[in-house]
């Protein structure tokens, strides 16, 4: 499944002391790629938030030409994006993701960087002030010097 985490758990991956209740993945939009995620979703026993039908198998058709579907699933609410504002490409946010090791499981997560310009893409004040927050741990990272043998 190509997708990379973005949203408030990568904040928190980052080191933002925000917490979130859901997890955000922006994901390749591509044929195979669906297939991909619409089976993850329904081992994960997911539905439609909001629906009121139990959770039946998601097709790869379901999610054909949407932005953005959130799920709820056995582990927790999912938003899964194919776009989000700010995005230039899928390619350049996946290029620059960093590989970080959550539950067990190495994961792609959204650059520091693009993460802070996505939360500025979306014109919320509450993402102004976490970009600012996010921009103050760039700089701590910058001025922290680099870890090695002693």
Do not use: W
Not at 92 to 121: C, N, P, Q, W, Y
């Amino acid at each position: 499944m190509d997708c990379i985490v973005i949203g408030g758990v990568a904040c928190a991956a980052h080191g933002s002391i925000r917490t979130t209740q859901d997890l955000a993945v922006l994901c390749r939009n591509d044929a195979a790629n669906l297939v991909h995620i619409a089976a993850a979703l329904s081992r994960l026993q997911a539905k439609v938030k909001g629906s009121r039908q139990p959770p039946q198998p998601i097709t790869p058709a379901l999610l054909e030409g949407v932005r953005l579907m959130t799920f709820e699933t056995a582990a927790g609410e999912i938003d899964v994006f194919f776009y989000v504002q700010g995005m230039t490409a899928y390619d350049d946010l996946a290029f620059r993701a960093v590989a970080m090791e959550m539950h067990g499981r190495t994961v792609r997560v959204v650059s520091l960087r693009d993460l802070i310009g996505l939360k500025r893409a979306t014109g919320r004040p509450i993402d102004a002030v976490i970009a600012d927050e996010l921009e103050q741990l760039e700089e701590l990272e910058r001025l922290e010097p680099p870890s090695g043998p002693d």
